[in-house]
């Protein structure tokens, strides 16, 4: 992809990564992602604003072989696919300076070995002149990690904010046309890994709440012309009410589980509950992660293996414990061959979660009569619960 003008004197740069799948060994990409970078050219200097992943460096320079003067290259933050060009951007540009706040100069010493001299450190706030064209520095911390921070352009109302907003998505779209889509794939995101800073973010929030912008460029999937719809998306999920809806992460070794969730997941949708099972050797992490942005309950359903709850329900629990959701209430349920003591230790793996527990519904071997009826029971206590807190 070629160096594409947003307006005058701005453009976007980058690379598209179609076919990444996985981020940070971690982070599921069903739909790929992309490293967005962009060029500003004041009157007198030119600043290049982030690079690209380590893994497409060639895509950035051809895209910079006809820029000859680069003044600056703002880094936004220190994580590697964003920063990860830094060396070979600098060995073309002699005397371009990086532009970043103390936190991340350091980071990106530790992280890339470079330099110290090639640093210009700014301030929250502070504004770097390129002539005609001005770069607003602002703080944005813990999206998700603490050095991050933003650029505003003033003169063409401009936010340009690293991973803030972003959202794993290759598309050939420049801007958020398809926003069902890009909705969706910027949930994810959030859900990934911003959730576990949601108090942060409302302070960043409020932060960029004073600017008048046009546009905000994230460096991850397409740019917002329509900057409204994502602040208030965002907006939805760090301070929006859980919803009445709960998931259950699950693992079935014999059947004996899966009776319990389906009989659950019926009970709870005939008392009017949305609920989302997810069966976890099958499931992609990111889409439990994102019913959790919305989950009032978490109901962990497993075997016993190996005299404990099943790995990848134990996975599962601390994976939430990471991601600190906003749900309200949370259970157990599960069937055991001798012991069931282990899979009540399932609650243990969400110490960081304030929720009101359930009563477990444990079986021995095959469920029976009345442990459907201890389901049911189960269902009539989440939906009481769901109704008190007026929770849609
Ligand atoms: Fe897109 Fe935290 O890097």
């Not at 004197?9 to 076919?19: E, F, H, L, P, R």
């Not at 990934?192 to 546009?215: C, F, H, N, R, W």
């Not at 259950?248 to 949305?274: C, F, N, Q, T, W």
């Not at 444990?362 to 029976?368: A, E, F, N, S």
Request: with cysteine; hydrophobic share 45%.
């Amino acid at each position: 992809m070629k160096a594409r003008k947003i307006v005058d004197n701005v453009y976007w740069m980058g690379a598209i990564d179609w076919n990444r799948r996985l981020f940070d060994s971690l982070v599921p990409l069903p739909d790929g992602t992309s490293y967005n970078a962009y060029l500003v050219k004041g009157s007198e200097k030119t600043a290049l604003l982030d690079t690209v992943d380590p893994t497409m460096v060639d895509v950035l320079m051809e895209q910079l072989k006809d820029v000859s003067q680069l003044d600056y290259v703002v880094a936004h933050h220190a994580e590697q696919d964003h920063s990860g060009a830094l060396p070979e951007v600098l060995q073309k540009y002699p005397n371009a300076k990086i532009v970043t706040n103390a936190k991340a100069r350091d980071m990106l010493i530790d992280l890339l070995l470079l330099p110290e001299d090639r640093f210009q450190v700014v301030g929250d706030g502070e504004v770097l002149s390129l002539g005609d064209l001005h770069l607003q520095f602002i703080l944005t911390p813990w999206v998700h990690w603490p050095e991050t921070m933003s650029t505003y352009l003033p003169e063409r109302k401009i936010l340009f904010t690293c991973d803030f907003f972003g959202s794993h998505l290759a598309t050939s779209d420049l801007y958020a046309v398809d926003q069902a889509r890009v909705y969706e794939a910027a949930k994810l995101y959030y859900a990934e890994i911003m959730m576990p800073y949601a108090k942060q973010i409302t302070k960043d929030l409020d932060k960029i709440s004073g600017l008048d912008v046009d546009i905000i460029a994230p460096s991850h999937g397409p740019i917002y012309d329509n900057p409204q719809f994502i602040v208030d998306a965002y907006r939805e999920w760090v301070h929006g009410a859980p919803k009445n809806y709960v998931v259950i992460p699950y693992v079935s070794m014999h059947g004996s589980v899966d009776k319990m969730v389906s009989h659950l997941v019926a009970a709870l949708a005939e008392r009017g509950v949305r609920v989302q099972q997810y069966e976890l050797t099958v499931t992609d992490i990111g889409k439990l992660a994102m019913s959790l942005v919305d989950a009032a309950t978490i109901i962990f359903a497993t075997p016993t293996v190996l005299a404990g709850p099943h790995p990848l329900v134990a996975y599962a629990g601390v994976l939430t414990n990471a991601l600190r959701p906003k749900a309200k209430f949370a259970g157990v349920i599960g069937s055991y061959g001798w012991s069931g003591r282990p899979i009540e230790q399932v609650s243990s793996l969400i110490p960081s979660l304030k929720v009101e527990t359930f009563e477990p519904v444990l079986c021995k071997g095959h469920p029976r009569q009345e442990h459907f009826e201890a389901l049911d029971r189960l269902a009539d206590a989440i939906a009481a619960k769901h109704q008190e807190l007026g929770l849609e």
